[in-house]
């Protein structure tokens, strides 16, 4: 059975934004970007990431808790990985996530510039790929044996899986809040920035965000002649 590949516990605004403008090392995110993501820090799973024992056990912590499990790689844009842009400097930036991060498996980056394996405590290993999207979902599934592979962003990453008809699953929170620009997950114009193919199978609201889970629809067979 091959792994599924997936996206997870995607914030977005109302006005389509997935990271807000003049994305910094004070901006991780964008200014204004942390907005999206106050539900899931609220939630229990989000505060465990965090290092604090406590939050919310409802709806949204279900989802996040869900986006977490049976996840054996998860592939990222180098600009979620960090800030730095060009070739790796002789002091590279190691991620925002400090000694040990939260994934505890592979973690493959896009990037187009070459640089070692990074490994940190708790199982996690960041693989530098400049292959492309192809080339790095391959490795992913290489170590994810029939575990998931996550897509964990930017928007652009997720951009060009979508586009290349690359994702199973994407769980989308639609929080309540209105960034006004930065960088939109479904760009206006854009090829195949759509969603043709993929069934709506899950819409439900908390008190914070709005859940979508968007499912790839099963290939209609052919009808014999």
């Known amino acids: 059975m091959r792994s599924r590949v997936r996206v997870n516990n995607f914030s977005v605004s109302l006005d389509g934004y997935g990271a807000g403008p003049r994305q910094s090392l004070d901006n991780p995110l964008g200014v204004g970007g942390q907005l999206l993501h106050d539900w899931l820090f609220a939630a229990r799973g989000g505060q465990a990431l965090i290092g604090h024992d406590d939050g919310e056990d409802g709806l949204d912590n279900r989802f996040f808790q869900a986006g977490e499990d049976g996840l054996g790689a998860t592939i990222m844009g180098r600009n979620m ?13 190691n991620g925002w996530w400090g000694q040990d991060p939260p994934f ?5 980056v896009l990037t187009n510039h070459a640089r070692p394996p990074l490994r940190l405590a708790g199982g996690t290993t960041f693989h530098f790929v ?7 979902l391959e490795l992913a599934r290489e170590a994810a044996g029939k575990r998931a592979i996550r897509i964990g962003g930017g928007v652009h990453t ?11 699953e994407l769980h989308l929170a639609l929080v309540p809040v209105l960034l006004g620009d930065g960088e939109r997950l479904f760009a206006s114009g854009s090829p195949g920035g759509g969603l043709s193919g993929y ?21 209609p067979a052919a009808r014999p002649r």
Do not use: T
Not at 158 to 168: M, P, T
Not at 199 to 215: G, I, N, T
């Open 81 to 93: 990985f960090g800030p730095s842009r060009g070739p790796w400097p002789a002091d590279p930036w």
């Open 104 to 108: 505890h498996h592979p973690v493959f």
């Open 130 to 136: 400049q292959d492309g999207i192809h080339a790095a």
């Open 158 to 168: 997720i951009r060009q899986y979508l586009r290349a008809g690359l994702i199973d």
């Open 199 to 219: 069934d709506c199978v899950e819409f439900v609201a908390s008190p914070a965000v709005v859940h979508l889970r968007l499912r790839r629809a099963p290939v």
